[in-house]
């Protein structure tokens, strides 16, 4: 019988593409990681790596090893929820991700909700860039998570999550108001990005979402920004538009009481929220108790 936990880390080999990347994420040495590897070849009677200069690369056999993991993950979190539905009482530590913006607007009132519903739940939240939830889903630091991309740059599947549709936002270009009748204020047939192609940008951190789909916005517009500020939280970004600093975008979540030095333009462009969950946990009692309670949040939040 294979090692459900050596295929764990054949799995992640495939996703990271280095023993040392996926010695990391487990907190491993790369040295442990290499024997438990070598015993799963060794359980599974055939060879499963293979050299390709100094990386180590799978074979077919193992890419078809990996395919069945994720079949048995699913499995093993369905089976979970079957046991977590047959017990009296929801009660049990629920880890909730979400980006700041969710944290301040729709998890609220959620927690609230859930909190009234299943007081034996313990609510634990934690703040993340949508780049790293899927790996905190994967690895089990998170239980439920909100995730986010953009419309002109859709994540693809992950074939360890499933998810549900949340929410639908229009995301604005924001423009110094002062800058009304200038080119980062142009809302012409051409957009009001490539309005904005001489203006001072205020993005995201490189290795976050936002920063990767503020470039894309711009190139698909036919220019790359130059960058003035980075800033990872959409208060500071309004703010810096606010003072003049440059132009940023801005999803409608972010926005609570815009300042009246800034000026919003709305954009062909949205962003896209859901709650993801590992693949089979689906139907566990406290994935289904966050999901309605964030679909709650949602619609009394867009009301």
């Known amino acids: 019988m294979l090692d459900v936990r050596r295929l764990i880390l054949l799995r992640d080999l495939a996703r990271l593409g280095t023993i040392a990347a996926v010695a990391q994420a487990h907190g491993y040495t790369p040295s442990a990681v290499s024997q438990q590897l070598a015993a799963l070849q060794r359980e599974a009677g055939t060879r499963l790596l293979e050299r390709t200069g100094r990386r180590v690369g799978l074979t077919s056999t193992a890419t078809a090893l990996v395919q069945h993991t994720e079949v048995i993950l699913a499995?093993?979190?369905?089976?979970?929820?079957?046991?977590?539905?047959?017990?009296?009482?929801?009660?049990?530590?629920?880890?909730?991700g979400a980006f700041p913006?969710?944290?301040?607007?729709?998890?609220?009132?959620?927690?609230?909700?859930?909190?009234?519903?299943?007081?034996?739940?313990?609510?634990?939240?934690?703040?993340?860039?949508?780049?790293?939830?899927?790996?905190?889903?994967?690895?089990?630091?998170?239980?439920?998570?909100?995730?986010?991309?953009?419309?002109?740059?859709?994540?693809?599947?992950?074939?360890?999550?499933?998810?549900?549709a949340l929410l639908e936002e229009t995301v604005f270009l924001a423009v110094p108001r002062d800058a009304a009748g200038s080119g980062a204020a142009d809302d012409t047939a051409a957009g009001p990005i490539s309005g904005a192609r001489d203006a001072q940008w205020i993005i995201g951190s490189p290795g976050t979402l936002c920063h990767s789909v503020a470039l894309h916005a711009c190139q698909?517009?036919?220019?790359t920004p130059a960058v003035r500020h980075h800033a990872d939280d959409f208060t500071a970004m309004l703010a810096l538009v606010a003072a003049g600093q440059g132009v940023a975008l801005i999803p409608q979540l972010a926005i609570a009481q815009p300042s009246p030095q800034v000026q919003l333009l709305p954009l062909p462009m949205r962003r896209r929220t859901r709650v993801a969950y590992r693949r089979g946990a689906g139907g566990h009692p406290a994935v289904i108790a966050c999901v309605s309670a964030l679909r709650s949040a949602t619609t009394a939040f867009l009301d």
Do not use: K
Not at 75 to 96: H, K, P, S
Not at 220 to 223: E, M, N, S, T, V
């Open 101 to 164: 913006s969710a944290v301040r607007t729709l998890l609220p009132a959620a927690l609230v909700t859930l909190a009234r519903d299943h007081p034996a739940l313990d609510l634990m939240i934690s703040e993340l860039d949508p780049v790293g939830m899927p790996a905190a889903l994967r690895s089990r630091r998170l239980d439920v998570a909100l995730l986010h991309d953009y419309d002109i740059a859709p994540t693809p599947p992950d074939p360890a999550l499933d998810s549900i």
């Open 75 to 96: 499995a093993l979190e369905a089976a979970d929820a079957t046991v977590a539905a047959a017990r009296t009482g929801l009660r049990g530590r629920v880890r909730i």
């Open 220 to 223: 698909l517009a036919g220019f």
